[in-house]
């Protein structure tokens, strides 16, 4: 069975530039999500997708950050403008159904100079 | 908000020798779960221990959990250098978002 995968698995871009990141989840998964992961932190939750449908926003800085998943299978997320305090790995997950076991993808590191 | 403090932030062993590793969390739980991440790499899941259980196992891991302390234990017997990761717990109420601690570093060396 095929994992989740990403791309890109490396990002070096200047603050104020625009970035996305693209997730392909395992097949018939229905819930996606999107972390991130600051150095030396845990990862915390941006995004919780059911399908194509948003479940949980409440991390998302809306004002640079924003996410979709148009098909209910692909998504991406978008960083614009990027901020220094963006520098971070970003995780794709996902789970057959909402609570169950996330299997994760390999991220993107991110850097913003 | 990182629920979870994984104690301690790092620990170093020799192959053989076991490794234990703490979790402390906050709020009522429905279920606390660790994972490993190796470096560079995504996060795996290792082990699902539910609020109504105290103890389980899996291979060589051994995961308790006391909800009157708020608390989970990672033991990892035998270890070899394989295990050298960084581990994580995560908490989950209901079907919500899955709250990460800030990880222990854990370094065994052959």
């Known amino acids: 069975e095929a994992g989740v995968a990403q791309s890109p698995r490396y990002k070096i871009i200047e603050k104020r530039q625009s970035v996305a990141f693209w997730c392909n989840p395992i097949?018939?998964?229905?819930?996606l999500y999107w972390y991130q992961q600051i150095l030396g932190q845990g990862p915390k939750l941006l995004i919780q997708f059911q399908n194509n449908g948003v479940v949980d926003d409440s991390q998302l800085p809306k004002d640079r950050f924003s996410a979709e998943r148009l098909k209910g299978v692909d998504s991406t997320l978008k960083i614009q403008p990027a901020k220094l305090e963006d520098s971070a790995v970003y995780l794709c997950?996902?789970?057959?159904?909402?609570?169950?076991?996330?299997?994760f993808g390999p991220g993107t590191r991110l850097l913003v100079l | 908000s990182q629920q979870g403090e994984e104690d301690p932030q790092a620990l170093s062993i020799q192959e053989g020798e076991n490794a234990t590793m703490n979790c402390s969390y906050k709020t009522s739980i429905n279920n606390l779960q660790w994972y490993r991440q190796n470096s560079g790499r995504g996060l795996v899941h290792l082990i699902l221990?539910?609020?109504?259980?105290r103890e389980k196992h899996s291979g060589r891991l051994r995961v308790t959990l006391d909800t009157s302390k708020k608390s989970s234990s990672l033991l990892i017997t035998a270890s070899r250098a394989a295990d050298t990761a960084s581990y994580f717990c995560?908490?989950?109420?209901?079907?919500?978002?899955?709250?990460f601690g800030t990880g222990t570093r854990l370094l065994v060396s052959p």
């Open positions: 221990i539910r609020s109504n259980e």
């Open positions: 097949s018939g998964h229905a819930t």
């Open positions: 995560a908490t989950q109420t209901g079907f919500q978002k899955l709250v």
């Open positions: 997950a996902s789970s057959l159904v909402p609570g169950g076991t996330q299997y």
